[in-house]
């Protein structure tokens, strides 16, 4: 797991309007390009979303069943 990805992805998609609106459309597609392992890369690009926020609470509850928190992402 690489937190530095996690952390990219959501700081990517909250200033990025064309990244967001991929990332919600063909989450795929934007996340190939982040160092993900192939199951975390197929259960991120799994999550179903209309909008970020509802993106943010799915990732939430993934990183939490993963045991990823918040201050890994951000020692």
Do not use: C, Y
């Amino acid at each position: 797991m690489t937190t530095a990805s996690l952390s990219q992805i959501i700081g990517t998609a909250v200033i990025d309007v064309g990244f967001r609106r991929t990332l919600l459309n063909n989450p795929r597609k934007v996340l190939a390009q982040f160092d993900l392992e192939a199951s975390e890369l197929r259960d991120i690009a799994s999550i179903r979303a209309a909008t970020i926020e509802q993106f943010a609470e799915q990732l939430i509850t993934w990183m939490n069943e993963h045991e990823i928190g918040w201050e890994q992402l951000h020692p």
